[in-house]
Antibody, heavy 120, light 112 residues
Framework: QVQLQESGPGLVKPSETLSLTCSVS????????WSWIRQPPGKGLEWIGH???????NYNPSLKSRVTISVDRSKNQFSLRLTSVTAADTAVYYC??????????????WGQGSLVTVSS | QSVLTQSPSVSGAPGQRVTISCTGS?????????VQWYQQLPGTAPKLLIY???NRPSGVPDRFSGSKSGTSASLAIIGLQAADEADYYC????????????FGGGTKLTVL
């Protein structure tokens, strides 16, 4: 059973960079796409982007100028960097596997989520 | 404003049937892209409920079913239980947004 666990600071100052890491266990990162999704308090889900194990990426156009997702295959981890954050970036950040499953691509495994608050 | 539109809330009594709709457009659901459904229990991460419009992962009860027609998709829950009280999200792919994955705004299911 694949398990994902987010880690990183829970508080980031405005204009600074949010950085999170997702550790994958129970399976290799050397296949599938690996994603970041966020959920502002009391609101819905927003896809941030994903990375293929080879390093190719795809980002939400609304966040593309500020987002970088990278992968460290040696550590079975992938990471998120979001620059120039504002209060609107306050959210629970989830990492998830975006996997070919039954001929389609769902998010089939999720981390428990990491709350990041942007505040001075 | 989400690309996929869901009603904010739906309710039903135990044992009843409810449906949750997800309305898209010709650049996402109507273009033939698959719809997934996720269940988010309070305080937890979303869980895959339906994939490929109609399929259930192992472990998901057959009380949950999905369908798709035209530019819309639906999730039906029969034999409603208190444990089904959660937020439900649809998800698809949109070709007009540089190949972007999109979610519905979510529907809060209340079991009366």
């Amino acid at each position: 059973q694949v398990q994902l666990q987010e880690s990183g600071p829970g508080l980031v100052k405005p204009s600074e960079t949010l950085s999170l890491t997702c550790s994958v266990s129970g399976g290799s990162i050397n296949s599938n796409h690996w994603s970041w999704i966020r959920q502002p308090p009391g609101k819905g889900l927003e896809w941030i982007g994903h990375i293929y194990y080879s390093g190719s990426t795809n980002y939400n156009p609304s966040l593309k100028s500020r987002v970088t997702i990278s992968v460290d295959r040696s550590k079975n981890q992938f990471s998120l960097r979001l620059t120039s954050v504002t209060a609107a970036d306050t959210a629970v950040y989830y990492c998830a596997r975006y996997s070919l499953y039954g001929g389609t691509y769902p998010f089939d495994f999720w981390g428990q989520g990491s709350l990041v608050t942007v505040s001075s | 404003q989400s690309v996929l539109t869901q009603s904010p809330s739906v309710s039903g009594a135990p044992g009843q049937r409810v449906t949750i709709s997800c309305t898209g457009s010709t650049s996402n659901i109507g273009a033939g892209y698959d719809v997934q459904w996720y269940q988010q229990l309070p305080g937890t991460a979303p869980k895959l409920l339906i994939y490929g419009n109609t399929n259930r992962p192992s472990g998901v009860p057959d009380r949950f079913s999905g369908s798709k027609s035209g530019t819309s998709a639906s999730l039906a829950i029969i034999g409603l239980q208190a444990a089904d009280e959660a937020d439900y999200y649809c998800q698809s792919f949109d070709s007009s947004l540089s190949g972007s994955i999109v979610f519905g705004g979510g529907t809060k299911l209340t079991v009366l």
